[in-house]
């Protein structure tokens, strides 16, 4: 196989991670492998841990224990290169975090030319080719504030995506919409799965995992509980946290 | 405040508040005694020679005042928002003038002498003036922006550095600051002008207290623009400076604006080291012949008409920002 240890070699793995907030622990034991251009959806009650999880990945939190190797480096507290590791690791949030002073071509323009040292034209092209991916190119000279919330979080995911990172996490981004929007979100992350792109997803959209998730994993009490794919993780729970979760969010 | 959409009743068109209100202003009138002011002489045909027209007198007087102050706030009510809030401003404003006129000046003064007091006063005075506040504003801005961060940062020296300093110099009169670094400097060796210790005041002084400004404006922008930013790469320089500042500009302008109207004021303190500003001159030009007050209510008139154009330009700003976000 031509590049079979780029996809043996997992790009992202925890070894016995713990994290506390005072007391509070919110991650227990976290092990987990996350291969290239494999998509992962993490689901579980709320306060279970997903987005604490999700969140260490690019260093947003901090874990106290245990090893988290992304792209082949470390996190931890004293690395020198947090910030080359993030310019790989594309983040999605809820909330979108767009940069409400710049105009959305701005928004997609930020990354590649202040960090990845592209010259604006060059930035600039990629920009609108990352928005005419995500379908709304027309929007480019606007304000965040003058979209609509999917929108917004289509512009977002251009945002990342035009850092050309190696692995998306995506932050519960359907969770902030209106109902009529989660659509076209989801529709432009199951491109951008179709595209090769690895991905981790926290996120409730059982449909856009079923669909899209090579392997969902179910959190509960700041544990992985059980992940499988989806076929076997809807079709045959093993836990009963699982079952109970599954039949609260599917009736 | 945002308005609601249902109307009340203005109560000037309720005639119990009407009357309630005339009551007042009778006994309001009555109690001050205006028999001996301009109001009594202008009343002489009716009451006679005021000081001795007794209660009669005192009660005419009232009256009439009474009648004339309720009648004009009825026929201003009928008027259109923008009228009242002129008319109201050009009746305060005669007033203001008749305090003024009623200490008897003799306003010819300030335009006697060659070159004249009023242009000494304008030329010099006001020159200085703007020339210590916008050095002193524009110092005191910097000195805010590494204040802010050094309050925001981690690091124990920048923070108890910053801190301190925001402490001592918002804790301090500026008075006293203004004395402490012209005569205390000197002690340490270093000779200081008059006009660079009075600048060095105002911008420690205004420094510490816009850094609060900017340690607020800098905190109110959302978690979430520093965790979009990090998750991008960017490094902590470039977030502030790119994302971060942009964003509080908005929010500090206007707070910054009346720091600066302040200072403006402020800046007549230093006035106690001599140097030639508007407040100086004031005393120095009107002790000459005792007259303090012409002098003074020059000075007065310069400072207000300066604070309404730096107001102007505040509203300016702030309406540009408000049409970019």
Same mark, same amino acid.
């Given at each position: 196989?031509?590049?079979?240890?780029?996809?043996?070699?997992?790009?992202?793995?925890?070894?016995?991670?713990?994290?506390?907030?005072?007391? @509070?622990?919110?991650?227990?034991?976290?092990?987990?492998?996350?291969?290239?251009?494999?998509?992962?959806?993490?689901?579980?009650?709320?306060?279970?841990?997903?987005?604490?999880?999700?969140?260490?990945?690019?260093?947003?939190?901090?874990?106290?224990?245990?090893?988290?190797?992304?792209?082949?480096?470390?996190?931890?507290?004293?690395?020198?290169?947090?910030?080359?590791?993030?310019?790989?690791?594309?983040?999605? @949030?809820?909330?979108?975090?767009? @940069?409400?002073?710049?105009?959305?071509?701005?928004?997609?323009?930020?990354?590649?030319?202040?960090?990845?040292?592209?010259?604006?034209?060059?930035?600039?092209?990629?920009?609108?080719?990352?928005?005419?991916?995500?379908?709304?190119?027309?929007?480019?000279?606007?304000?965040?504030?003058?979209?609509?919330?999917?929108?917004?979080?289509?512009?977002?995911?251009?945002?990342?995506?035009?850092?050309?990172?190696?692995?998306?996490?995506?932050?519960?981004?359907?969770?902030?919409?209106?109902?009529?929007?989660?659509?076209?979100?989801?529709?432009?992350?199951?491109?951008?799965?179709?595209?090769?792109?690895?991905?981790?997803?926290?996120?409730?959209?059982?449909?856009?995992?079923?669909?899209?998730?090579?392997?969902?994993? @179910?959190?509960?009490?700041?544990?992985?509980?059980?992940?499988?794919?989806?076929?076997?993780?809807?079709?045959?729970?093993?836990?009963?946290?699982?079952?109970?979760?599954?039949?609260?969010?599917?009736? | 405040?945002?308005?609601?959409?249902?109307?009340?009743?203005?109560?000037?068109?309720?005639?119990?508040?009407?009357?309630?209100?005339?009551?007042?202003?009778?006994?309001? &009138?009555?109690?001050?005694?205006?028999?001996?002011?301009?109001?009594?002489?202008?009343?002489?045909?009716?009451?006679?020679?005021?000081?001795?027209?007794?209660?009669?007198?005192?009660?005419?007087?009232?009256?009439?005042?009474?009648?004339?102050?309720?009648?004009?706030?009825?026929?201003?009510?009928?008027?259109? $928002?923008?009228?009242?809030?002129?008319?109201?401003?050009?009746?305060?404003? &005669?007033?203001?003038?008749?305090?003024?006129?009623? &200490?008897?000046?003799?306003?010819?003064?300030?335009?006697?002498?060659?070159?004249?007091?009023?242009?000494?006063?304008?030329?010099?005075?006001?020159?200085?003036?703007?020339?210590?506040?916008?050095?002193?504003?524009?110092?005191?801005?910097?000195?805010?922006?590494?204040?802010?961060?050094?309050?925001?940062?981690?690091?124990?020296?920048?923070?108890?550095?910053?801190?301190?300093?925001?402490?001592?110099?918002?804790?301090?009169? $500026?008075?006293?600051?203004?004395?402490?670094?012209?005569?205390?400097?000197?002690?340490?060796?270093?000779?200081?002008?008059?006009?660079?210790?009075?600048?060095?005041?105002?911008?420690?002084?205004?420094?510490?207290?816009?850094?609060?400004?900017?340690?607020?404006?800098?905190?109110?922008?959302?978690?979430?623009?520093?965790?979009?930013?990090?998750?991008?790469?960017?490094?902590? *320089?470039?977030?502030?400076?790119?994302?971060?500042?942009?964003?509080?500009?908005?929010?500090?302008?206007?707070?910054?604006?009346?720091? &600066?109207?302040?200072?403006?004021?402020?800046?007549?303190?230093?006035?106690?080291? *001599?140097?030639?500003?508007?407040?100086?001159?004031?005393?120095?030009?009107?002790?000459?012949?005792?007259?303090?007050?012409?002098?003074?209510?020059?000075?007065?008139?310069?400072?207000?008409?300066?604070?309404?154009?730096?107001?102007?330009?505040?509203?300016?700003?702030?309406?540009?920002?408000?049409?970019?976000?």
């Amino acid at each position: 196989m031509h590049n079979s240890s780029s996809i043996e070699n997992p790009v992202i793995s925890l070894k016995g991670v713990n994290k506390w907030y005072g007391d @509070f622990q919110a991650l227990k034991d976290i092990n987990l492998e996350i291969k290239l251009k494999e998509k992962i959806v993490i689901c579980g009650p709320s306060g279970s841990g997903k987005s604490t999880l999700i969140r260490c990945l690019n260093r947003l939190e901090a874990h106290q224990e245990g090893s988290i190797e992304v792209c082949g480096i470390e996190l931890h507290e004293k690395m020198q290169d947090v910030d080359i590791v993030r310019q790989d690791i594309g983040m999605v @949030f809820q909330s979108f975090n767009l @940069f409400p002073h710049l105009t959305v071509l701005e928004n997609c323009m930020a990354g590649p030319n202040w960090v990845r040292g592209i010259d604006k034209n060059e930035a600039k092209e990629r920009a609108l080719s990352m928005l005419k991916h995500v379908k709304i190119p027309e929007q480019a000279d606007k304000y965040p504030e003058q979209l609509s919330g999917g929108q917004q979080q289509r512009v977002a995911i251009a945002r990342s995506l035009c850092m050309q990172p190696k692995v998306m996490l995506f932050d519960e981004p359907t969770s902030a919409l209106d109902p009529e929007m989660v659509s076209e979100v989801l529709d432009t992350m199951i491109d951008l799965a179709n595209s090769g792109m690895t991905m981790i997803c926290v996120t409730h959209e059982m449909g856009f995992a079923r669909q899209v998730a090579d392997r969902i994993i @179910f959190m509960d009490g700041g544990e992985i509980v059980e992940q499988n794919t989806p076929e076997e993780f809807f079709n045959n729970p093993q836990n009963e946290r699982t079952k109970t979760f599954l039949n609260q969010i599917l009736s | 405040m945002f308005v609601d959409t249902v109307i009340e009743d203005k109560s000037l068109h309720k005639p119990a508040f009407l009357l309630g209100l005339s009551i007042a202003v009778l006994a309001f &009138f009555f109690a001050f005694n205006f028999t001996n002011t301009i109001f009594g002489e202008f009343l002489s045909p009716v009451i006679g020679n005021p000081p001795e027209s007794g209660f009669f007198g005192r009660l005419v007087v009232s009256f009439v005042l009474s009648i004339i102050f309720v009648l004009n706030l009825l026929l201003i009510s009928f008027a259109r $928002l923008k009228i009242q809030i002129l008319i109201v401003w050009i009746e305060l404003f &005669f007033l203001f003038l008749a305090f003024a006129y009623s &200490f008897d000046l003799e306003l010819a003064y300030i335009f006697i002498g060659e070159p004249s007091k009023l242009w000494l006063m304008i030329s010099k005075g006001l020159f200085t003036t703007i020339y210590i506040s916008a050095v002193s504003i524009a110092i005191a801005t910097a000195i805010a922006i590494v204040g802010a961060i050094a309050k925001l940062s981690n690091n124990g020296f920048a923070y108890a550095i910053a801190s301190f300093y925001t402490s001592l110099f918002r804790g301090l009169p $500026l008075l006293l600051q203004i004395y402490l670094i012209y005569m205390g400097l000197p002690q340490l060796g270093f000779m200081i002008d008059a006009i660079p210790s009075g600048i060095a005041a105002l911008s420690l002084c205004y420094g510490a207290y816009m850094t609060e400004i900017f340690r607020a404006g800098i905190q109110s922008i959302p978690k979430g623009q520093w965790e979009a930013s990090r998750a991008l790469g960017f490094k902590f *320089g470039l977030i502030l400076r790119k994302i971060i500042l942009p964003q509080s500009i908005p929010i500090i302008v206007p707070p910054t604006g009346n720091q &600066f109207i302040a200072m403006l004021k402020d800046s007549s303190l230093v006035s106690v080291l *001599g140097i030639w500003e508007i407040m100086f001159l004031a005393k120095k030009l009107g002790a000459k012949d005792y007259n303090h007050l012409e002098m003074l209510l020059t000075a007065a008139m310069i400072y207000w008409t300066l604070t309404i154009i730096l107001e102007m330009i505040q509203a300016r700003i702030e309406r540009k920002y408000q049409q970019k976000t």
